[in-house]
């Protein structure tokens, strides 16, 4: 079935003109005019997240920060917790795991000493990969001896995101990975001196004075730090809805914004588009 091209434009009134750019107060909406007919149209306001221009974008590298929260209940133990990554994991068996050339950055953490939850702050990983497509794994490595009682941690607020200089993406959390996390260690006695995850948060019950000595590690996912979600556009008309006016659309910080319109006309076989484009400031 052959498709009609859309007869669309787009307008503001011009008295916000300012040479290219249409100038608007913070408060103020913008009202964008439309004119012929389109079986759909969609709206890239161009603030972050909704930039036309990064619609198919799917890999980025900003910086690869993660936070935490910890807390370390009853016992004395020191320097139970470590915080351990690495680039890669090729064989992913305990003994390679366990074995492998994990980097200790436990400095970079503030780490709970008592009940009192501690925030790690943001801890800057990007220095431990070198492209886009690169992986990450992180660790937690717990080690309680016998002897005396055994501490035991809770780790919550959990995140990873790669942050650009416009948006931040969320790539790990707790509650996205809860059913990724592996466990790996040399002793778990009692059977609850292992590391448990779940949407909340990652815990380690330790042993008391009399169990074993016990090392027990949690392990990420890949995370792959040039993840990012393509920019989405706000769904104006459908094929379904008269045609419409306008559009009106208000803008929640100053700045300068490529305001982008696609219209389009598709059947299963064959789509046909027009994208207007018009430059809006807000200024304070």
């Given at each position: 079935?052959?498709?009609?091209?859309?007869?669309?434009?787009?307008?503001?009134?011009?008295?916000r003109r300012a040479?290219?750019?249409?100038?608007?107060?913070?408060?103020?909406?913008?009202?964008?005019?439309?004119?012929?007919?389109?079986?759909?149209?969609?709206?890239?306001?161009?603030?972050?997240?909704?930039?036309?221009?990064?619609?198919?974008?799917?890999?980025?590298?900003?910086?690869?920060?993660?936070?935490?929260?910890?807390?370390?209940?009853?016992?004395?133990?020191?320097?139970?917790?470590?915080?351990?990554?690495?680039?890669?994991?090729?064989?992913l068996d305990s003994?390679?795991?366990?074995?492998?050339?994990?980097?200790?950055?436990?400095?970079?953490?503030?780490?709970?000493?008592?009940?009192?939850?501690?925030?790690?702050?943001?801890?800057?990983?990007?220095?431990?990969?070198?492209?886009?497509?690169?992986?990450?794994?992180?660790?937690?490595?717990?080690?309680?001896?016998?002897?005396?009682?055994?501490?035991?941690?809770?780790?919550?607020?959990?995140?990873?995101?790669?942050?650009?200089?416009?948006?931040?993406?969320?790539?790990?959390?707790?509650?996205?990975?809860?059913?990724?996390?592996?466990?790996?260690?040399?002793?778990?006695?009692?059977?609850?001196?292992?590391?448990?995850?779940?949407?909340?948060?990652?815990?380690?019950?330790?042993?008391?004075?009399?169990?074993?000595?016990?090392?027990?590690?949690?392990?990420?996912?890949?995370?792959?730090?040039?993840?990012?979600?393509?920019?989405?556009?706000?769904?104006?008309?459908?094929?379904?809805?008269?045609?419409?006016?306008?559009?009106?659309?208000?803008?929640?910080?100053?700045?300068?914004?490529?305001?982008?319109?696609?219209?389009?006309?598709?059947?299963?076989?064959?789509?046909?588009?027009?994208?207007?484009?018009?430059?809006?400031?807000?200024?304070?």
């Amino acid at each position: 079935m052959d498709v009609d091209a859309p007869s669309f434009s787009v307008s503001i009134d011009p008295a916000r003109r300012a040479v290219d750019t249409f100038v608007y107060r913070l408060g103020d909406t913008t009202q964008f005019l439309f004119s012929g007919t389109a079986g759909n149209i969609a709206f890239y306001s161009g603030e972050p997240g909704r930039k036309y221009e990064n619609r198919n974008r799917v890999l980025k590298q900003g910086a690869t920060t993660l936070s935490f929260s910890s807390k370390a209940e009853w016992g004395t133990q020191t320097n139970t917790l470590q915080l351990l990554a690495i680039s890669k994991l090729n064989v992913l068996d305990s003994t390679a795991v366990v074995n492998a050339a994990w980097k200790d950055i436990t400095s970079r953490a503030a780490l709970a000493n008592s009940a009192t939850v501690v925030n790690s702050g943001a801890i800057d990983l990007s220095d431990l990969v070198s492209g886009e497509k690169d992986s990450l794994y992180l660790a937690f490595k717990y080690t309680g001896v016998t002897g005396s009682t055994q501490r035991t941690w809770t780790i919550t607020n959990y995140v990873v995101n790669n942050v650009l200089p416009d948006l931040s993406y969320t790539l790990s959390s707790l509650a996205t990975d809860a059913s990724y996390w592996t466990r790996y260690g040399n002793v778990w006695s009692p059977a609850s001196a292992r590391w448990t995850a779940s949407a909340t948060s990652l815990t380690l019950t330790g042993g008391t004075a009399t169990a074993p000595s016990n090392t027990s590690w949690i392990i990420s996912r890949p995370i792959y730090v040039g993840q990012i979600s393509p920019d989405v556009s706000i769904g104006v008309k459908s094929i379904t809805d008269p045609d419409k006016a306008g559009y009106a659309y208000k803008y929640t910080a100053p700045g300068i914004y490529k305001a982008t319109f696609v219209a389009f006309n598709h059947t299963v076989a064959a789509e046909k588009s027009i994208v207007k484009e018009l430059i809006i400031k807000v200024i304070p």
